[in-house]
């Protein structure tokens, strides 16, 4: 019988290790949140680019508990406003984070703007020890589309009632879940995780 391999995912969100649980499971390869973990561990952001946030959870939960890690940073970058939100998505109308709040500062922002291009960012970071130290490597995913003027659909979660997909001709709000997660920014990371662990990455989890 193939030996399974266990991933440790650097988040406290149980509905991305659920997606990523089912998107793993067939190369033998379970998934851990950390909840399965004793003991806290503190997660934090200080970084200016996704990759950066994503490598910090990362490092910080492989250096505790030794072992491959995958943790993920994700936001929304509009053009007009030169890539803002980006890193501060989820808290852009202050803390406690508000998706109603952000999505009202978002129209704010963009009132008068013709040009609502923008896209939706999604960036893995694996960090595992191996005999020379630590792999480390990220991979990214993208979204592109456009702000609306107004919120449409009830699906999804944080600004996607504002986030149309021309190539749909809906919002992120207006898809099934499985339609939006076979489109994502998330999804398309993922895959690119997963596209590297069946390869060259698949050494990366020999213990
Ligand atoms: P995080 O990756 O969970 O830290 O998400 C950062 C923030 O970006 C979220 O709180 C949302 O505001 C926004 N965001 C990231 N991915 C999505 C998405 O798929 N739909 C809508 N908003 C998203």
Redesign the pocket.
Known sequence: MEKRSTLLLATH?AHKAEELRALLAPYGIDVETLADVDGAIALTERGKTFQDNALEKARTVAAAVHRPVLA?????EVFALGGAPGVY??RYAGEP?D?AR?NAKLLAELDGIRDRRAR?VSVLAFVAPNASGWVERTFSGELEGEILTAPRGTN?????PL?FVPTIGRT?AELAPEEKNAI???ARAFEAFVAWIEGEGRAAFAR
């Open positions: 969100n993920d940073d994700s936001g929304l998505s989820a984070t998706d952000n939706f999804g979660f944080g600004y996607d986030f992120l994502s920014h998330r």
